[in-house]
């Protein structure tokens, strides 16, 4: 079965850690985002990636950091400069079409990574 | 970056009752997309309205679009319990804060 598959599904840092978020899609997607979900809130854009080797900040990219080696995987790492890193964790995927914008597809999520400092 | 915004923000419904949710944005668009949400699950995408469609359908949902209101609503028929869900819009790579629809049985 095509998708994108987000692991761990629950998480704990302890103050100080990186940590390291997997996704992976099957999807043949060109572009992959990761977003941030906090209780009650949308999802707001940590990074994103339209191509393998290239990656843009997004509206909260302050400490965090991502890799896309492959077209398949984009990987987040959660940094101890990030001060409040508990969250909802969600990536997604598309078809990114020059010209048109990236988000002018249907993106698939997955199933979230849920986050929790100790 | 775009920002669409629902409206209401939380919303709660009998059973069978249609439901409708808002969106509005601030900058000219390609395209408006729906998603929902389950409860601590990914998003979905349901629907997906070009800047030059006014109205679309997909089953029980009906999608409207003003671009010269900058507005989207969100309308679902017959509504059942398996509904209750979140629901955000999208606009470019921008969500909004989402609706929570409570469908009780």
């Known amino acids: 079965d095509g998708g994108i598959t987000q692991s761990p599904k629950y998480l704990f840092r302890k103050e100080g850690q990186n940590v390291t978020l997997s996704c992976e899609q099957n999807?043949?997607?060109?572009?992959m985002y990761w977003y941030r979900q906090d209780p009650g809130q949308g999802l707001r854009l940590i990074y994103y990636?339209?191509?393998?080797?290239?990656?843009q900040k997004g509206d909260i990219a302050e400490g965090y950091s991502v890799s896309r080696e492959k077209k398949e995987s984009f990987p987040l790492t959660v940094t101890s400069a990030q001060k409040n890193p508990t969250a909802f964790y969600l990536c997604a995927s598309n078809h990114f079409t020059e010209g048109t914008g990236q988000g002018n597809t249907e993106a698939f999520f997955g199933q979230g990574t849920r986050l929790t400092v100790v | 970056s775009q920002q669409g915004e629902e409206d209401p923000q939380a919303l709660s419904i009998q059973e069978g009752e249609n439901a409708t949710m808002n969106c509005s944005y601030k900058?000219?668009?390609?395209?408006l997309q729906w998603y929902r949400q389950n409860s601590g699950r990914g998003l979905v995408h349901l629907i997906l309205?070009?800047?030059?469609?006014r109205e679309k359908h997909s089953g029980r949902l009906r999608v409207t679009l003003d671009t010269s209101k900058k507005s989207s609503s969100l309308l679902i028929t017959a509504s059942r319990a398996a509904d209750t869900a979140s629901y955000f819009c999208a606009t470019g790579l921008t969500f909004g804060i989402g609706t929570k629809l409570q469908v009780i049985p």
């Open positions: 999807l043949n997607h060109d572009a």
């Open positions: 900058t000219s668009i390609n395209n």
């Open positions: 309205i070009r800047s030059n469609e």
């Open positions: 990636s339209q191509i393998v080797n290239d990656f």
